[in-house]
């Protein structure tokens, strides 16, 4: 049996945009998923999650294909993506070692799809788990690398290599396309998260804004300006500058808005940060529900997002400088 784990993300900046080569910024957080591989004597997959916001659920299926629901009667469709997610990561696992089967149980802070980078987490540590199980030590580097094509096979061949690069070397880090690089003196940003209680679909939301970025010049323009202001964040992060940054982090949201993937509720969250006197706030990730991230050193926004209709759950989050480890 081996365990690891990998933490979950919030973008500073640049979501959406860098799917088509722009650079982004994003930090690691202190919220893991943790994952468990067994080697089995026979070829199945056996997949166990618990704490992914909804019930535990048990799935087994051989050949990627799901033929048999333990735990629950109709697997949730987020369930299903996840058991997707730990399908591609067994797969990369099979082009390195020689193996069977596995199980695979996984538990994780991080809520789903929510735009802290539930999947990306899941994947790396459970490439790292389960190679590690047969023996085999990836770098992270390399994790990183086969992680991402699983996110980009499982998002139809929509993803950056943003959420799994950061998920596999932690802190914070900068992606540009093929060009991924750790944030040195990465910062500490105080960073203030409000939880909807709800997710969007990764697919859907980047499939949207491509068909925007398409139709309307305006809308092209809209992703260039977001990498503009991912540009202009990285003079404001080395020196640290959380005003700038705050105020960038505003002026994203703003733009992410106008591609169609915030929400009401994300909307409200973002109003209620600023209004409380966070420097700046905005989604993060996907978007269309899930999580706002907001700077503000002091309590207030935390304070004010417990009372903001939509907001199910508020917490600080602590910049994590380990990515994928060891846990046994
Ligand atoms: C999802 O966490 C972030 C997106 O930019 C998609 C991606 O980068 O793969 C929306």
Not at 158 to 169: H, N
Request: proline fraction near 4%; charged fraction near 25%.
């Amino acid at each position: 049996m081996t365990v690891s784990s990998a933490p979950g993300k919030v973008y500073l900046l640049g979501e959406h945009a860098v799917v088509y080569g722009e650079p982004a910024m994003l930090c690691a957080i202190d919220r893991r998923a943790t994952v468990t591989a067994t080697a089995r004597d026979d070829d199945r997959i056996r997949v166990q999650a618990r704490d992914l916001t909804i019930d535990g659920f048990s799935v087994e299926y051989g050949d990627g294909v799901v033929d048999e629901s333990t735990d629950i009667d109709v697997p949730h469709p987020l369930i299903e993506a996840a058991v997707g997610y730990v399908d591609g990561a067994v797969e990369q696992v099979k082009e390195v070692v020689d193996t069977t089967g596995f199980t695979i149980t996984i538990e994780s802070e991080i809520p789903l799809g929510a735009g802290l980078g539930s999947s990306a987490a899941v994947v790396v540590a459970a490439i790292d788990a389960a190679t590690r199980e047969m023996g085999v030590e990836l770098t992270p580097e390399e994790i990183a690398q086969r992680a991402y094509r699983v996110e980009y096979d499982v998002q139809d061949g929509q993803a950056s290599r943003a959420d799994t690069f950061c998920s596999a070397m932690g802190k914070a880090v900068r992606v540009e396309g093929d060009d991924c690089r750790p944030i040195e003196e990465s910062p500490e940003l105080p960073f203030v998260i409000g939880f909807d209680g709800g997710a969007g679909d990764t697919g859907t939301l980047v499939a949207g804004v491509r068909s925007l970025k398409e139709e309307y010049e305006f809308a092209a323009d809209t992703v260039e300006t977001i990498g503009n202001i991912v540009r202009t964040g990285e003079r404001a992060i080395t020196t640290e500058d959380q005003q700038e940054l705050g105020r960038l982090m505003n002026f994203n949201h703003g733009l992410l808005s106008a591609l169609g993937v915030s929400s009401r509720s994300l909307d409200a969250m973002v109003w209620a940060a600023r209004d409380a006197g966070a420097f700046g706030a905005k989604l993060t990730g996907a978007g269309g529900g899930g999580c706002i991230v907001a700077l503000d050193p002091t309590p207030d926004t935390a304070t004010a997002l417990q009372y903001t209709p939509g907001c199910e759950e508020t917490f600080r989050a602590e910049l994590d400088h380990d990515g994928v480890r060891v846990e046994s």
